[in-house]
């Protein structure tokens, strides 16, 4: 069973601070995503990956920046975070085309 | 891009009844088409997908349909039971999902005993 580990379940941070938000699988998966999920909008996609040291925006990349060193690890980073970042994070990862998705178990930042 | 609008909002049947769930995209070059359902406090989990060259496609007590002329899917599901109360998402991809997937906004789905 693949499994999509995110680090942590809840973080609190401070306005301004630089944050770090890490996800691994253990299925050997070319894609991982990220997005973000809010009460009325469903989830929207921030960044993804489908390489090794590739990243392409997703529909809301503004205030956010993504690395992918490792095939098996995608990090999502906050460069100064805000009040408005305040949400729940998923991580996602398929392989392939036409497959499909297996997300993380979330991690619901607040920024306080 | 792709822009993936699901009705309703909120969905209450009584259990053993059916359910509809309807989807539309705006990208006629979209392919793939998945559903998920989510728990309260879990994380979304596939349930059924569908691509372009499917009309319709059935697992147990779900199903999923196709329209690509009108360019709209949607979910069914038959004899609801409790554990089926969830919020579900449909979904929508050009590239097979590898270059992410656009998600509608969701639906509750409430099974009244």
């Known amino acids: 069973d693949v499994k999509v580990t995110q680090s942590s379940r809840y973080l609190v941070k401070r306005t301004g601070e630089k944050v770090f938000l890490e996800c691994v699988q253990d299925?050997?998966?070319?894609?991982m995503f990220w997005y973000r999920q809010d009460p009325g909008l469903g989830l929207r996609l921030i960044y993804f990956s489908y390489d090794v040291k590739m990243k392409e925006k997703g529909d809301i990349p503004e205030g956010y920046s993504v690395s992918r060193e490792k095939k098996e690890r995608f990090s999502l980073i906050l460069e100064s975070a805000s009040t408005n970042q305040t949400s729940m994070y998923l991580c996602?990862?398929?392989f392939g085309r036409g497959s499909g998705y297996t997300f993380g178990s979330g991690t619901r930042l607040t920024v306080v | 891009g792709e822009n993936v609008e699901q009705h309703p909002s909120t969905l209450s049947v009584q259990e053993g009844d059916s359910a509809v769930i309807k989807c539309t995209y705006s990208?006629?070059?979209?392919?793939?088409f998945p559903w998920y359902k989510q728990e309260l406090g879990k994380r979304p989990q596939l349930i059924i997908d569908?691509?372009?060259?499917?009309g319709e496609k059935k697992d147990q007590r779900i199903a999923v349909t196709l329209n690509k002329t009108a360019k709209h899917f949607s979910l069914h599901i038959t004899e609801t039971q409790p554990e089926d109360s969830a919020v579900y998402f449909c979904a929508a991809s050009s590239g097979g999902g590898a270059d992410g997937l656009t998600f509608g906004k969701g639906t509750h789905l409430i099974i009244q005993p």
């Open positions: 996602a990862s398929s």
């Open positions: 299925m050997d998966h070319e894609n």
């Open positions: 990208d006629s070059a979209s392919n793939y």
């Open positions: 569908i691509r372009s060259n499917v």
